[in-house]
């Protein structure tokens, strides 16, 4: 069990580009949650995955922004014409199916800086 | 519909001195609890979780909460803080309304633990 790996770790970026994080859930674990952190503030949910399928987007998930799982392992979030409200930590999380409580693990998160 | 709310932004506090982080929860369904600790520049880790049974939970570094359903709190707290307890920690819920686990955190307490 190596964990949830998410990269890169740190991204600057100027304002109108293009990102994209990926993340590595823990080998089976099945759900696949996507989340956003600004300063001061708890994680926000932006997104979740069941295998491949992408079951719910938050209202925090402008057009902009888009997620895939295509093989129902690793995903991607990418953040098109990057704005300065989007920097952020972009979380990455993961859990076993089987029922409500099961343990989510949080990857270290991926910083978006945009300037 | 769920929420959490932590009423304190930060709490400093010195080294070998007690601490409670409060809790306050909202939710019309049945709720399991978490908290969660994040260090500097990290991603989240799981301290403690509620999901049935005894209402006093514990971490295996010292740390308790207790789940007390009348006044909707899982306040998590400490006997004796150490240096390195210094961190953010953030509460968390999960609503039981079946269907997959959306985690719904609190804006996090930040721990100062003075030497």
């Known amino acids: 069990d190596t964990g949830v790996s998410q990269n890169p770790r740190h991204k600057i970026t100027k304002r109108g580009q293009n990102v994209t994080f990926r993340c590595d859930p823990i080998s089976e674990h099945n759900r696949l949650y996507w989340y956003r952190q600004t300063l001061g503030q708890g994680p926000e949910f932006l997104t979740y995955?069941?295998?491949?399928?992408?079951?719910?987007k938050s209202r925090l998930l402008s057009d902009r922004f888009s997620a895939e799982r295509p093989k129902g392992s690793f995903s991607t979030l990418e953040i098109q014409r990057t704005e300065q409200g989007d920097s952020a930590m972009y979380l990455c999380?993961?859990?076993?199916?089987?029922?409500?409580?099961?343990?989510?693990?949080f990857g270290e998160g991926s910083w978006l800086t945009v300037v | 519909a769920q929420s959490v709310t932590q009423l304190d932004s930060q709490v400093p506090v010195f080294e070998e001195a007690p601490v409670e982080l409060r809790c306050n929860y909202s939710s019309s369904v049945s709720v399991y609890l978490f908290w969660y600790v994040q260090y500097p520049n990290q991603g989240l880790q799981l301290l403690l979780k509620y999901l049935s049974g005894s209402t006093l939970v514990e971490s295996i570094n010292g740390f308790e909460a207790e789940f007390n359903k009348s006044q909707t709190s899982f306040h998590l707290r400490k006997p004796s803080v150490h240096i390195s307890d210094t961190a953010e920690y953030f509460c968390?819920?999960?609503?039981?309304?079946?269907?997959?686990?959306?985690?719904?955190f609190g804006t996090g307490t930040k721990l100062q633990v003075i030497p």
């Open positions: 999380a993961s859990s076993l199916d089987g029922g409500t409580g099961n343990t989510i693990y």
């Open positions: 968390a819920v999960i609503g039981d309304s079946g269907g997959y686990q959306k985690v719904t």
């Open positions: 995955f069941q295998n491949e399928a992408q079951l719910e």
